[in-house]
């Protein structure tokens, strides 16, 4: 029988799933699954998974357990991130998600999870410049990793952090509609504090002025402002995987939607009402990873922890 895995993210914000078979180049994605749930809604504050919470992200869950179950899936794995590592009552929720869908969540590390995004988007890094800054904004937490890299090689992680800015937390402290430029510019001062110590001991300012730095980012965020950019009239991961952004471009797109209120943003074919109160904070941690890493453009990978969960179940059975 040919093996089938599954790979499944419960973050913050959503709830996603790929199924996928080996092929000789790496896998072939034959079902996926993705849902804003907002399992983290409210746990900033409360330290607790809401009720309202538990049962959305339940519900999506029972749909991800059919889709294990139908597809014959031989091998899982399913990771939750930061809502899970901050409420108390995760570990009676996770049970009972075990208990009515089978299916048996593990909280990992915020170090584990970037070594799993950089697994999953490491084919969109360019071997040929020797540093690289990847990042992932969550809706609890942001991941940054400073990566060397060498032709011939794999990267290798130099060093690695996570801080506690995602966009469902930041939103809930600053807002989620029409937000004033005073209050937006506090958004990213409090960020790049959290941020600067990181990029001033790695030298990535020294390294940039060599054009040693490449930068990668693997979030809804930047996927979003791709999509933008792009002009697309529906989201499209095949026009967007991949893509290059001019920082320039991304701060031009960030002035537009930080006047924008709720609904204005809404209206975005690449936002839409799911997003339209996250995406600005979204934004600000972009502008604050920008201004202490100043990089003229950036790499979009609509891929990341699920993938890599994927290569690590292949490459693990594979030998």
């Given at each position: 029988m040919r093996p089938v895995y599954a790979a499944l993210d419960l973050g913050t914000n959503n709830c996603r799933l790929l199924i996928a078979r080996p092929t000789q180049s790496g896998f072939r994605v034959i079902d996926a699954f993705s849902r804003i749930v907002r399992l983290g809604e409210g746990v900033f504050s409360s330290e607790r998974l809401s009720d309202s919470a538990m049962e959305r992200t339940l519900a999506a869950l029972r749909v991800c357990g059919g889709k294990i179950q139908r597809r014959g899936v031989t091998a899982v794995r399913a990771v939750a991130t930061e809502a899970c590592r901050r409420a108390r009552n995760c570990t009676p929720f996770l049970e009972a998600v075990e208990d009515e869908t089978g299916i048996a969540i593990e909280i990992i590390s915020s170090q584990e999870e970037g070594r799993l995004a950089i697994a999953g988007c490491a084919a969109l890094l360019d071997p040929r410049i020797p540093h690289a800054l990847v990042f992932d904004i969550g809706g609890?937490?942001?991941?940054?990793?400073?990566?060397?890299?060498?032709?011939?090689?794999?990267?290798?992680?130099?060093?690695?952090?996570?801080?506690?800015?995602?966009?469902?937390?930041?939103?809930?402290?600053?807002?989620?509609?029409?937000?004033?430029?005073?209050?937006?510019?506090?958004?990213?001062?409090?960020?790049?504090?959290?941020?600067?110590?990181?990029?001033?001991?790695?030298?990535?300012?020294?390294?940039?002025?060599?054009?040693?730095?490449?930068?990668?980012?693997?979030?809804?965020?930047?996927?979003?402002?791709?999509?933008?950019?792009?002009?697309?009239?529906?989201?499209?991961?095949?026009?967007?995987?991949?893509?290059?952004?001019?920082?320039?471009?991304?701060?031009?797109?960030?002035?537009?939607?930080?006047?924008?209120?709720?609904?204005?943003?809404?209206?975005?074919?690449?936002?839409?009402?799911?997003?339209?109160?996250?995406?600005?904070?979204?934004?600000?941690?972009?502008?604050?990873?920008?201004?202490?890493?100043?990089?003229?453009?950036?790499?979009?990978?609509?891929?990341?922890?699920?993938?890599?969960?994927?290569?690590?179940?292949?490459?693990?059975?594979?030998?």
């Open positions: 609890g937490s942001t991941e940054l990793m400073w990566l060397a890299l060498r032709p011939g090689g794999r990267p290798r992680l130099v060093d690695q952090i996570s801080i506690r800015c995602g966009v469902i937390g930041l939103s809930e402290r600053y807002g989620g509609d029409l937000i004033p430029p005073e209050r937006y510019c506090a958004m990213v001062e409090e960020v790049a504090a959290q941020i600067e110590p990181f990029a001033e001991r790695n030298g990535v300012r020294a390294h940039l002025e060599r054009g040693g730095v490449q930068m990668l980012g693997t979030s809804g965020t930047v996927t979003t402002l791709a999509g933008v950019h792009l002009g697309l009239a529906r989201y499209d991961r095949r026009a967007v995987d991949g893509s290059f952004l001019r920082i320039d471009h991304a701060r031009d797109i960030i002035r537009r939607l930080v006047a924008l209120d709720f609904e204005g943003r809404s209206r975005h074919a690449c936002i839409g009402l799911e997003r339209a109160d996250l995406v600005v904070a979204g934004c600000a941690v972009l502008e604050a990873i920008c201004d202490c890493c100043p990089v003229e453009r950036l790499r979009i990978a609509d891929r990341g922890l699920r993938e890599g969960i994927l290569v690590d179940l292949i490459g693990s059975t594979q030998g």
